[in-house]
């Protein structure tokens, strides 16, 4: 099956600053990679996602890059805010509905 | 829309007892997912329904997992009997199927189980 490795498991960044998190997956046919914020307590929700067709994609703040042939992807949040404070997820799915998780960041924002 | 609605949000139960899980869709998904996240396993799907039909439960950890979807608008998880390494989050979550946002999965507020 699919195999989803995230990095940093913990990243600390001044406001205001660039955080960037990269995760690898291992089977060349996934063609879904999303992100997803979790902040405590709460549930994942989507932030941003990519296909396998499309090679970046960004909305305000944060941006999504895709690598095919190094299989990787990863999220970039810039000018962060202390309410980007959270777990943040990046996963890949093969076909409909599978998705595989990275373990997860924990993204620490000081003010 | 209320987004995929889950009950209880938390349960303590003893060991032993029977446990079950509550899920309602967004309407209109018509595929609907069965998740449990742990600090030590992170984020794992235990079983998929498309149109009501359990399709893929390879991830269920064991015979006294369960899950049904009677119709479209619920489901539920069930853990008979429950032990205390069952305790996590379990996330409902729901997708709508074709388009371009075909595979986006919205999850529910979970509900914490806890087993004593």
């Known amino acids: 099956g699919e195999n989803v490795e995230q990095h940093p498991s913990t990243l600390s960044v001044q406001e205001g600053d660039s955080a960037v998190i990269k995760c690898t997956y291992s089977d060349s046919a996934s063609n879904y990679f999303p992100w997803y914020k979790q902040e405590l307590g709460k549930r994942p929700q989507l932030i941003i996602d990519?296909?396998?067709?499309?090679g970046e994609k960004k909305d305000q703040r944060i941006a999504v890059t895709l690598n095919k042939t190094a299989k990787h992807f990863s999220l970039h949040i810039t000018e962060t805010q202390p309410e980007d404070s959270a777990v943040y997820f990046c996963?890949?799915?093969?076909?409909?509905?599978?998705?595989?998780f990275g373990a997860g960041t924990t993204v620490t924002v000081r003010a | 829309d209320a987004g995929v609605i889950q009950s209880p949000r938390h349960e303590v139960t003893e060991m032993g007892q029977e446990v079950t899980l509550r899920c309602k869709p967004i309407?209109?998904?018509?595929?609907l997912f069965w998740y449990r996240q742990t600090m030590m396993r992170g984020l794992e799907l235990l079983i998929y329904f498309n149109n009501n039909v359990p399709i893929d439960d390879s991830g269920m950890p064991e015979d006294r997992f369960s899950a049904k979807m009677p119709n479209a608008s619920f489901s539920t998880l069930k853990i008979q009997p429950s032990e205390p390494r069952d305790s996590a989050v379990y996330f409902c979550a729901s997708s709508p199927q074709g388009g371009t946002r075909g595979n986006t999965i919205y999850f529910g507020e979970g509900s914490w189980l806890t087993v004593v």
């Open positions: 309407s209109g998904h018509n595929s």
């Open positions: 996963a890949a799915s093969i076909g409909d509905y599978k998705l595989s």
């Open positions: 990519i296909r396998s067709n499309v």
